[in-house]
């Protein structure tokens, strides 16, 4: 073995070779996929967030078309005891949404009410903390699902909506709500139909108040909401719509937004059946717009919260959603220029499945420009953090996530934190930059060597220290090793001890693509 001196050299060699673009319904039978034992775990790399021990004797045991069934169509995920334990110890786990923010709503105004200096001071100061302790639970509870789940499809979808359907947590008290719009508005329709998924996002308070449509009223339009929705969410940029579109959509809006109190306001007498209430969510006739509209080019009659409905439907059912779509799941999961073939084939799906998102998925990874692609898509930080955490534990429990949620950050990409509603971007550039490569060797160092802090908590600490992940395991050599490189494999050969080996692996090209 070489001495430990020459790890920085190795190391820059492996992370510059990173850097580069190397590498439960019957199945019918055109997705049956033939595979080979390393395309398992090249399959299994994609559809996950990384693999794990666990991951591999699942797909060793049920093969991989079974395998990618139970993904497409999950149910109850299984997660180890201790982490099920820390998320249902979360606030956000206990507090319903509504009782959640109105209480924070009234520490608001209790901050903001009679008191001397020093002690609003202090009171706002109480009220933005809890704001930041709220936020960083919900980050957390994402990242351990990430993690542990053996949903890890899902997992992996649940990101690509939130960050497709994107709010920044920084404004107003959405530190509050990203929790909650994760859990209810967008993981449970993951895999299911889009048009459900449109549907939760668009009555979630989130998304309401990040894209302003509380404050959309007759007389008073905000096109914010009504714009992204159509360039963002559902038909693209280039969708077919016109400014006469968005100004109407923004019409169809008027009056759907949040009420973060407890009372009602005051509707007049002639509307008051058409007020609507569902927990933060609300629909304020006297807000509305009843005039007909002419919407993508069909009158749509002025009715209410009704026409909302009416609209999203349209919108999901276009051709140009279903291409929109389609296209941003394959750069998500083949790659930034995905052929033209295998996107049309995903459109039709999308169409004649009527948004079906799990129907969709499958028509792409039963395609051979699904296989063609495996090895050669570059991780954003999502991805390489969490799969460097699921190869290091499988599913031994971290304590604190903390060190996670910190690297995140440093490489840009931290949880509800793009400021922009377009989501944080798909493609390999924005993220294969010198400074990423650096970073991700720290990670890798640190994870490597033990001392990332994964298993710290507050207070005294156990005697017990958590050892460093022992990496060169039977899941390397039986299943890991014959999918690296020569050079990946000599490197390793050149560790001066475990941890060095250790960080060699989790620097390697392989860890950095997918």
């Known amino acids: 073995m070489r001495p ?49 021990a666990g991951s591999v004797r699942q797909v060793q045991a049920q093969g991989w078309n079974a395998y990618l069934q139970a993904q497409l169509h999950p149910r109850k995920a299984a997660l180890p005891a201790a982490i099920a334990a820390q998320i249902d110890a979360m606030t956000i786990s206990q507090v319903p949404l509504d009782q959640l923010v109105i209480s924070m709503e009234q520490k608001r105004k209790e901050s903001a009410g009679g008191m001397d200096d020093m002690a609003k001071q202090q009171a706002q100061k109480d009220y933005q ?14 990242l351990l699902l990430d993690v542990y789940s053996t949903n890890q499809l899902q997992q992996q979808l649940s990101w690509f909506w939130l960050n497709h359907f994107s709010v920044h947590q920084g404004k107003h008290n959405l530190r509050a709500m990203v929790g909650d719009y994760e859990a209810n508005a967008i993981a ?33 339009i905000n096109e914010n909401y009504a714009r992204e929705l159509m360039e963002l969410h559902t038909l693209g940029v280039n969708g077919g719509y016109s400014q006469a579109d968005v100004q109407e959509l923004a019409r169809i809006l008027t009056g759907v937004g949040v009420n973060l109190g407890a009372d009602t306001p005051k509707v007049k007498p002639a509307l008051q059946s058409q007020y609507v209430r569902r927990g933060l969510f609300e629909f304020n006739p006297n807000r509305h717009d009843y005039g007909d509209k002419q919407f993508l080019g069909q009158t749509l009659k002025g009715r209410g919260l009704a026409e909302l409905d009416e609209a999203l439907d349209r919108l999901s059912r276009s051709p140009a959603t279903a291409r929109f779509i389609s296209g941003k799941l394959a750069q998500y999961f083949v790659g930034d220029h995905p052929p033209e073939a295998l996107l049309v084939r995903m459109a039709a799906t999308f169409q004649k499945s009527d948004g079906m998102i799990a129907d969709v998925l499958q028509t792409m990874f039963s395609s ?48 509800y934190g793009r400021q922009t509603p377009d989501g944080y971007p798909l493609n390999d550039a924005s993220w294969a930059s010198p400074g990423q490569m650096t970073t991700r060797f720290d990670i890798a160092r640190t994870i490597g060597a033990g001392s990332a802090g994964l298993f710290k908590t507050e207070g005294p600490q156990p005697q017990e220290k958590a050892a460093f992940p022992q990496l060169a395991s039977a899941l390397f050599y039986q299943s890991l090793q014959p999918t690296l490189s020569l050079a990946t494999r000599q490197a390793l050969e050149q560790a001066a001890s475990p941890q060095e080996w250790n960080i060699f692996l989790l620097s390697s090209p392989e860890m950095m693509h997918r």
């Not at 190391?11 to 039978?29: H, K, V």
């Not at 048009?195 to 009223?217: Q, V």
């Open 129 to 142: 903390q809890e704001l930041n302790r709220l936020a960083r639970e919900a980050a957390t509870r994402s």
């Open 4 to 52: 430990s001196r020459l790890l920085p050299t190795t190391l820059m060699s492996l992370l510059l070779l990173a850097g580069c673009g190397t590498a439960e319904p019957a199945l019918q039978a055109e997705h049956r996929v033939q595979t080979s034992p390393a395309q398992d775990i090249a399959m299994l790399q994609r559809v996950s967030w990384g693999v794990n």
């Open 188 to 220: 449970p329709h993951a895999l299911g139909k889009f048009r459900d998924l449109l549907g939760a996002t668009a009555h979630h308070p989130a998304m309401l108040r990040y894209l302003d449509n509380e404050a959309n009223a007759v007389k008073r």
């Open 368 to 415: 051979p420009e699904f296989r063609l692609s495996l090895g050669k898509k570059f991780k954003d930080p999502m991805h390489y953090v969490v799969s460097a955490v699921r190869l290091s534990y499988d599913d031994k429990p971290i304590l604190n996530a903390g060190p996670m949620l910190n690297w995140l950050a440093r490489m840009g990409q931290p949880l």
